[in-house]
């Protein structure tokens, strides 16, 4: 048995009613609250009505799975976008080694924090480990190739010239409307290449522990795998 109930102006999901148990019924009511599928696009505003109850409701459970399920939540509502405000101002990105790629910050994320990038043509976003919060990245215009790396050493530590072993998990060209998602478990490197028509996007980014001393590492990576079936690749911690 369902039932339809609007979560913002004009945009209503579909849940699934249950009769038994309370923390039960909260867990199934979640698991089943899907977008409706005819329902098509939503404005910016009726984005924020929807995800900020929702990221509260998830925000909570910071284990593997539980970041899986809120990222890939928010995630299929900013899917649904259409348009985005344009943030107050625009500051360098400071995660380039040239000019050229810059972020904006929209103000309404309550658990959450919209940033908006942009990237002149050929720039790039260094490769960086995103060590106290998870991101939903979206696509909203131009191309960018994303590539996504998880340590696979035994020590993990930021120690800036260590030589460490990454894996590749994601090589995407993140286009309008697609998504990528970084986790603290999963895909929690990640770097941007600007096409040569540059690109755009969202970052909606949750803080889940205090930021450590040391900031945001960044890491080089070797170009050729060491291990090319399992994406195994020599790289270093830069600064
Ligand atoms: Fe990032």
New binding site residues.
């Given amino acids: 048995m369902t039932e339809e109930i609007e979560v913002a102006d004009g945009f209503f999901v579909k849940r699934r009613k249950i009769v038994f148990g309370t923390a039960a019924s909260m867990a199934f009511a979640r698991l089943f609250m899907m977008p409706a599928a005819a329902q098509g696009t939503m404005s910016y505003d009726q984005f924020l009505k929807a995800a900020n109850p929702l990221a509260k409701s998830l925000i909570g459970d910071t284990s593997t799975a539980g970041q899986d399920e809120y990222l890939h939540s928010i995630a299929a509502l900013a899917a649904r976008v259409d348009a985005v405000p344009d943030p107050v101002a625009w500051n360098d990105s400071t995660q380039s080694f040239t000019p050229g790629t810059e972020i904006g910050f929209t103000p309404g994320g309550e658990s959450f924090t919209v940033l908006h990038w942009r990237m002149a043509p050929n720039t790039e976003i260094r490769l ?1 480990r ?1 060590d106290y919060g998870n ?1 939903v990245t979206l696509g909203l215009g131009g191309e960018a190739r994303v590539r996504n790396f998880e340590v696979v050493s035994e020590n993990k530590d930021y120690v800036p010239g260590n030589i460490i072993k990454v894996r590749k998990t994601v090589d995407q060209q993140l286009t309008a409307g697609n998504i990528n998602l ?1 986790s603290l478990d999963r895909n929690n490197i ?1 770097g941007f290449i600007a096409g040569p028509d540059g690109a755009h996007g969202l ?1 909606i980014t949750t803080r889940l522990k205090p930021r450590p001393e040391y900031g945001t590492p960044y890491l080089g990576v070797r170009t050729d795998a060491e291990d090319d079936i399992r994406q195994i690749y020599e790289a270093e911690w830069q600064t």
């Fill in positions: 960086h995103h991101v970084v990640h970052d």
